[in-house]
């Protein structure tokens, strides 16, 4: 059983069972409060992968966690980090591995499964990365072990300019204001049982942080 955390774009927390079931999930759409809610959600899931939903009668079932799936971006440096630092800090608390996974591929996992007769084109998975630019990743399809296939990206684009960039990949545009929690635990279950590792431990951050070390030492004058 997986718990998975993102706060790539919003903030969002989910338990799933190995084999793609939804135990729980909860989600927060604001942009900015990452910190304030991660705990709230990450409470509520856990909760109600125990008991049930709320008003359920049914009997507590144990919640044994194996893994903690952390969404490792693209995102923005401070809510991006809030997520992997909770990640991180539960499952070193419960002595459990981290699995690492780009949240475009988890937000491509999502088209894809949505209808998983269909043949879904080379598409892009488009996200606002603030700034007048979009991040961008692109996809063709599911691999042998049941993965987003990434053909390019992650990659950022002007606003005006991301268009013709996708029609020069020949991929689709699919604009993507959320990721689940769900999707990215699913994904870290398909990546641990394919022995694979999606992402490395170091973030996708947008673009380095607006704050920097000092170069020297002010001078003062007297």
């Known amino acids: 059983m997986i718990l998975g955390i993102d706060t790539s774009l919003g903030t ?3 338990v799933v069972e190995r084999d793609g079931v939804v135990r729980a999930e909860a989600s927060s759409p604001d942009p900015l409060g990452h910190a304030e809610v991660i705990g709230l959600l990450l409470e509520a899931v856990l909760t109600e992968a125990a008991f049930g939903p709320i008003g359920a009668t049914s009997a507590a079932t144990e919640v044994e966690l194996t893994h903690v799936a952390a969404g490792m971006g693209p995102g923005p440096f401070t809510g991006l980090r809030v997520g992997i630092a909770a990640a ?3 499952a070193l608390g419960r002595d459990i591995p981290v699995v690492a996974v780009p949240s475009h591929a988890a937000a491509a996992l999502s088209v894809l499964l949505a209808d998983p007769f269909a043949r879904v084109p080379r598409f892009a998975v488009v996200t ?8 961008y990743s692109v996809y063709d399809g599911l691999d042998d072990d049941g993965l987003p296939r990434c053909v390019a ?5 002007p606003r005006d300019a991301v268009d013709e960039r996708l029609r020069e990949l020949g991929a689709e545009r699919r604009d993507v204001a959320t990721v689940s929690a769900a999707m990215i635990a699913l994904a870290a279950a398909r990546a641990v ?12 951050y947008l673009r380095a942080p607006d704050v920097t070390m000092p170069s020297g030492p002010k001078r ?3």
Not at 128 to 135: K, V
Not at 193 to 204: K, M, V
Request: aromatic share 6%; glycine share 8%; charged share 25%.
């Open 220 to 222: 003062v004058g007297t």
């Open 153 to 157: 990206g992650p990659a950022l684009a």
């Open 88 to 90: 991180r800090a539960f």
């Open 193 to 204: 049982a394919a022995g694979r590792e999606l992402a490395d431990a170091s973030p996708l």
């Open 12 to 14: 969002s927390a989910a």
């Open 128 to 135: 606002d990365a603030r700034r007048r630019e979009f991040a």
